[in-house]
């Protein structure tokens, strides 16, 4: 009885072994939703594959749901977009080593015939201060993402708490900017997007950017490392890997000219410290 029972150890101690020494050539990363959308965590993703052999997976979802599924030690690393969560985050423990990667910036977008009269506008509080003074409709993504986040930062610059029947807090936000921007084509309503997802959806939505350029609307873009003291299981050196990867000359350059043989300009621009593209 001895013998079976040591034997039976040693077989489930051998699959334990076989799945760990599989999962270790892997990466799992938690990401913000809009990158996604646009193709560029994809693209990064199978091209890190074939260099490395070290297969990245993801998971999108908002910066606020993606860092609350981190904190589960399910993933290895995350790739988002709100700094202030982001040092939350960081400061309870669960992650370390974050990194610049890339940016692009959030417009806001508006029926053509614009009623808030905000086409043209410098400053982004101040045209959201004339969407509430018109009651506009608007629509919110309402969601702790990183996209709800930069645009309450917009309304707390505006001195605006908005609330009414024209500040749409739109129940399928959690479904991504793709879907918040085509629920507000059809409300012809206005909101905060990033550009990427707008130059994505260009040729299915009559909504135009009307305000941008303001240093604010700038939408910068992190990795981060799950802490592994908090959790050992986590994948640190293969992690730490891809991060490197990604703030390298080679994806730092696959970011610079992504999407511009299609939409006549970048998505995203490189973004990490050590490289000047």
């Not at 605006?160 to 879907?179: E, H, L, M, V």
């Not at 240093?215 to 003291?229: G, S, T, W």
Request: hydrophobic residues 40%; contains cysteine; glycine residues 8%.
């Amino acid at each position: 009885m001895r013998s079976v029972i040591i034997l039976a150890f040693c077989l489930c101690a051998g699959f334990a072994l076989s799945e760990a020494a599989h999962a270790a050539g892997e990466v799992r990363m938690s990401s913000t939703i809009g990158p996604v959308d646009a193709g560029i965590v994809p693209l990064l993703a199978k091209t890190y594959e074939q260099k490395s052999g070290v297969r990245v997976t993801f998971d999108a979802a908002g910066t606020g749901a993606t860092l609350e599924k981190a904190k589960k030690g399910n993933f290895d690393m995350v790739m988002v977009h709100a700094r202030k969560l982001e040092d939350q985050f960081i400061a309870e423990g669960f992650g370390r080593d974050r990194r610049d990667v890339m940016y692009n910036d959030f417009v806001i977008l508006g029926p053509k015939d614009d009623p808030a009269r905000i086409k043209g506008l410098k400053s982004a509080p101040e045209a959201f201060a004339a969407i509430a003074q018109a009651k506009a409709p608007f629509v919110s993504r309402n969601d702790r993402s990183g996209t709800h986040v930069k645009e309450m930062e917009v309304w707390e610059k505006a001195g605006i708490t908005p609330s009414g029947d024209w500040y749409d807090c739109f129940a399928d936000g959690k479904k991504g900017n793709k879907a918040t921007t085509l629920y507000t084509n059809g409300k012809n309503a206005y909101t905060l997007m990033d550009r990427a997802t707008y130059l994505t959806l260009k040729k299915e939505i009559s909504l135009t950017p009307l305000v941008e350029g303001d240093r604010i609307l700038l939408n910068f873009i992190a990795v981060i490392a799950v802490n592994p003291e908090k959790f050992p299981s986590v994948h640190a050196a293969e992690a730490g890997a891809f991060m490197d990867w990604l703030v390298g000359s080679e994806a730092q350059g696959i970011i610079k000219t992504f999407g511009v043989d299609t939409y006549g300009e970048p998505l995203f621009f490189p973004n990490a410290k050590k490289q000047q593209l």
